[in-house]
């Protein structure tokens, strides 16, 4: 009897961004989560795709679609918020897995003009927003 | 007689962009600049397109090419570095000409494992190892 083949890896979230982040969409490629924080509308893409650190590690194929994703979630947060600057980032340097934030930014939000990562204190939304927030997010990347 | 057709506005690179970095090359959409900050080995990428402040406002194909040439700025740093991780950008909240940073992260760096920007002073290179510097990522880019 031979050896049951041995399975591809599969995509699941870092446990990290599933404890900080709330589920709002599933875009072909990506899976889009709402950061959990009330100072920032912030959205997170993270592409489906196993054991993927960098961008430069994905298909051509998939950072084409990775981008036009990033900046579908960019124009929902521009015209959501009225934003003065959408910051977009893959750092990756406190979890590994491949994951582009878009973070809608405001002249007078406590991080401006810094960036957001490691900034002060994560404050988290009253559930009824949370829920709320992630609801309206996700009608808005139906409807764009 | 007619009055002159109206100039469309041509790309030119923000002054402070043009002040806080050196010339490396000339990829088919995007100038490809040093920060010139002997801390991080970092890459900056400027699309030769005018008025353009955000990545959803470039057409669909340039956001092609660009993630592509983002992609191989990537690639080239970490081989030419060895770094633990890449860190790729676009805030734009000081200047709000369109560019993406690519930074080439090391655990033992001065802001690991924060963002880069806003970190510290900048400390350029001495001029000679700021010249060799382009020349050997240029080169790297090139042959690629």
Redesign the interface.
Known sequence: MKDAPAQPPSFRLHPQLAADTEAVAELPLSTVRLMNDSRFPWLILVPRRPEI????E?S?RD??V???E???A??VL?RATGAD??????????V?QLHVHAVA?FRNDEA????V??TGERRPYPAAELARTCASFAEALRSA
């Open positions: 650190r960098e961008l430069h994905l051509e950072r084409a990775l981008v036009e990033v900046a579908l960019s124009r521009a600057k959408i910051n977009v980032g893959a750092l990756g340097n406190m590994p930014r401006w003009p810094g960036p990562w490691g």
